[in-house]
Each structure stands twice: as C-alpha cells, then as structure tokens.
C-alpha cells in the first residue's frame, strides 16, 4: 500500500451512493468527502479493476521517480481506506466556480465554433505526452476534462487510463517502441475527433512520424 500524502484521512472513510460522480469501465469515482478538489477511485472487483489500479499506482510511482511533472494529467495522492474497500485519491478537476468540469467532447459538441481553441489544447496535450513519453492505455476525448477559469478558457487534463497494459514491461525501456505506442494512440483518437467535427481538419499533428520500414 502506498502512504497517502499529508492532509489525506487516516481512518476508514463511509462512501455513500449519493458520493459516486462517475462510473468507468474499470472505476468507480467518488467525491472525497469533506475535500471537492479531491476524489476516490474504487475498483472493481469483477472486471479486473485491482490489477489495471496497481499498474496505474506503479506508473504513477515510475513518473514521479523520472521527475515527470502531473501538469496535464491528474495527481495521484495516494490510498485510503473505506466502506467500500481501498480507494485511490485523485485531484478532482474543476472550473474556477467550484463546479465539476466537462469532458472536451462535450466541450467540441456543445460549442464547436471555438475550434480553434480545442486544437490548441490537444497541441498542448500532445506536447506533454511525447516530451515526457507519458503513455495513456486508454486516450479518448472522455478521458479528458477541461477546467474552465474566470476568463473562459480552458486547461485540458486527463483523468483515466494514465499507463500501459504490456505483456513484456521491458519493452516500454526503449524510447523508440514507446514514442511510437503514443503516437499510435494518439492518432487513433486524432482520426476518431476528425471523423466527428469539421474544425478537426485543420489539426496538424507536431510529433507526427511516419511508420518506417
């Protein structure tokens, strides 16, 4: 078990039905209660959610040990326990009000005319990934929130699915096999967004290589 960081309850925490904000394919989110900058992940136990946590917690540990700063994806903070088993704290994103902030697919469907704007965020996006070779296993457009600040704008985080599932971790060693797994996942949801809304043609990927043969 990993320590939790100062500030973070060390006695068991009772988890509610009405505390779940969310639900994932592996997860599920809670708010942390008495903290609205914070959340709980609880896996679950059916769909191999402990194991996909676990390698997430071990990421999260090779990140911190490289000096990979969290500026684009969520903080982890650290275990606790609860009425509901062990929960994983995560910073809760949210807009300057105080209110839960949206996905950027909802972001591009419910204001499209600010376009230019969303290829900014994914340019910003697709820097940090590629400059710290941070790898997603999971990269979609709703796996990404959009805190919004008192002016309107918004900075992109992503929340879920930060790491790899590899059958041979030693692959992930070699800069090149790892720029190319972000590339190919990032491309998938960059085709995926281009399909969808008309400003996506106008993106221009900067990292961008072509497969070498």
Not at 102 to 129: S, W
Request: aromatic residues 12%.
């Amino acid at each position: 078990m990993t320590d939790p960081e100062p500030g973070l309850s060390q006695s068991e925490i009772h988890l509610a039905a009405a505390d779940l904000i969310g639900e994932g394919s592996r997860r599920f989110c809670y708010r942390y209660p008495g903290n609205e900058h914070l959340c709980i992940k609880i896996p679950m136990a059916k769909k191999n959610g402990f194991k996909q946590q676990n390698r997430e917690v071990r990421y999260y540990q090779k990140l911190k040990k490289r000096g990979v700063p969290t500026e684009r994806i969520t903080h982890y903070h650290g275990q606790v326990d609860t009425n509901l088993g062990t929960g994983y704290v995560y910073d809760a994103i949210r807009d300057f009000d105080g209110s839960p902030s949206l996905q950027l697919i909802d972001y591009m469907r419910q204001q499209p005319e600010r376009g230019a704007e969303y290829l900014a965020i994914l340019g910003q996006l697709e820097d940090y990934l590629f400059r710290y070779r941070v790898i997603i296993y999971d990269l979609s457009a709703w796996n990404i929130l959009c805190r919004r600040d008192e002016n309107d704008a918004l900075e992109p985080f992503i929340i879920d699915g930060v790491g790899d599932i590899v059958a041979i971790p030693v692959f992930n060693l070699s800069d090149r096999l790892v720029r190319q797994k972000i590339q190919r996942r990032w491309m998938r949801m960059i085709r995926y967004l281009t399909q969808n809304f008309d400003f996506m043609l106008d993106y221009q990927p900067s990292h961008y290589e072509a497969d070498r043969h």
